[in-house]
C-alpha cells in the first residue's frame, strides 16, 4: 500500500492522528507504563516508534565508557592490592553531568527533540547501558570487561504500538498511568468478598446468552450461597462458558453450569 493511501486508511479509522517525525508518548497494554519515541513508520493500526534513552554518562578509568577498550591484555595487580582495591576507577563524565545539570526536560515535544538533537537522549543500539563494568582478577593479572546479569536487557531502539495506546502529551500518557496505579490502591482496599463480588459482576457482564434478568437472578443465587450452603462468596469462582455462567468452589476441579 502506498504511504499516501496508508496515511488516508488510517486517518480513518484512527481518531489519534501522527505524522511522521512527531514525538509519540504511549502506554504498555496494562497501562502500568508509559514512554515516547518519534514517529518513523505508519500502519494501518498503529505507529513504528524510534525509541531513545539517556546517554551513558560513565567513565572507566577516566576514559568515557564509549571509548574504553576492554580488549585489552592482562595487567599487573598494584603494589598494595587487596580485593577492597578499587581496579575499575567507575566515574561520570563531567561534560555531560553538566549539560545534564543545564538543561530541563519537561517532555514537551519540543523539549524531547531538542534532547535528541543535542545528544542527551540516544538510540539504545548506540551504546551498552545495560552492562555493569567490573574488574575480572585471576592468576595472569587483571583486566576490565563488562558483565550482564539476567535481569538487564538491553533497550530496544523501536517499538510497534497501537494507536489505542498513543498520546499526544506526556500528562495524558500519566494519566493513564496514575489510573493504573488508583486502581491497584483501590483493590488493595477491598475486602476478599469485596473482590469475589466485583469478578462475579465482571463474569456476569460477559455472559451474553443472559439477560439482564437472569443476570440479576444469578447474582442474588451466587451471594446466598454462604447462607443456604455455607459457602462463603470469597470462596466462589465463576467463569463465563459459551455465553453460559459457570461456577465452582475455589479449588474444586468440576465447574457447575447455572441456569436461572
Same mark, same amino acid.
Given at each position: ?6 496515511? *488516508? ?7 489519534? +492522528? ?5 514525538? %509519540? =508518548? ?6 502500568? !507504563? ?5 514517529? !518513523?513508520?505508519?500502519? *494501518? ?10 546517554? /551513558? ?10 571509548? @574504553? /577498550? =576492554? ?7 598494584? +603494589? ?7 581496579? %575499575? ?28 538533537? $543535542? ?10 547501558? *545495560? ?15 563488562? +558483565?550482564?546479569? @539476567? ?6 531502539? =523501536?517499538? $510497534?504500538?497501537?494507536?489505542? =495506546?498513543?498520546?499526544?502529551?506526556? /500528562?495524558?500518557?500519566?494519566? %493513564? ?57 470469597? /470462596? ?23 441456569? %436461572?
Amino acid at each position: 500500500m502506498a504511504m499516501d493511501s496508508l496515511v *488516508s486508511y488510517t486517518n480513518e479509522f484512527n481518531p489519534k +492522528k501522527f505524522n511522521l517525525g512527531d514525538i %509519540v =508518548f504511549f502506554t504498555n497494554p496494562s497501562g502500568s !507504563e508509559w514512554d515516547w519515541g518519534i514517529c !518513523e513508520d505508519i500502519f *494501518s493500526d498503529g505507529y513504528g516508534l524510534a525509541l531513545y534513552e539517556i546517554v /551513558d554518562a560513565r567513565t572507566v578509568e577516566g576514559v568515557p565508557i564509549a571509548e @574504553y /577498550d =576492554f580488549q585489552q591484555k592482562p595487567r599487573k595487580l598494584p +603494589k598494595g592490592w587487596s580485593y577492597n582495591t578499587d581496579l %575499575v576507577h567507575l566515574g561520570m563524565d563531567e561534560a555531560i553531568m553538566k549539560r545534564m545539570k543545564e538543561e530541563v526536560v519537561d517532555y514537551s515535544p519540543e523539549n524531547l527533540k531538542h534532547l535528541t538533537d $543535542c545528544g542527551l537522549f540516544v538510540r539504545p543500539s548506540s551504546q551498552d547501558k *545495560s552492562c555493569n563494568v567490573e574488574d575480572n582478577i585471576s592468576k595472569d593479572g587483571y583486566t576490565i570487561v563488562k +558483565k550482564y546479569s @539476567y535481569s538487564q536487557r538491553s533497550r530496544s531502539d =523501536f517499538a $510497534c504500538v497501537n494507536w489505542y =495506546f498513543c498520546y499526544h502529551t506526556v /500528562d495524558e500518557a500519566r494519566a %493513564v498511568v496514575n489510573a493504573y496505579k488508583a486502581e491497584l490502591k483501590r483493590q488493595a482496599g477491598l475486602s476478599e468478598a469485596e473482590w469475589s463480588i466485583e469478578q462475579i459482576d465482571k463474569t456476569l457482564s460477559g455472559c451474553y446468552n443472559m439477560n439482564e434478568e437472569a443476570k440479576k437472578a444469578t447474582r442474588e443465587w451466587l451471594l446466598n450461597r454462604e447462607k443456604e450452603d455455607g459457602i462463603q462468596v470469597e /470462596d466462589i469462582e465463576t467463569r463465563c462458558f459459551g455465553g453460559v455462567l459457570q461456577w465452582r468452589k475455589w479449588h474444586n476441579k468440576t465447574w457447575k453450569e447455572l441456569a %436461572v
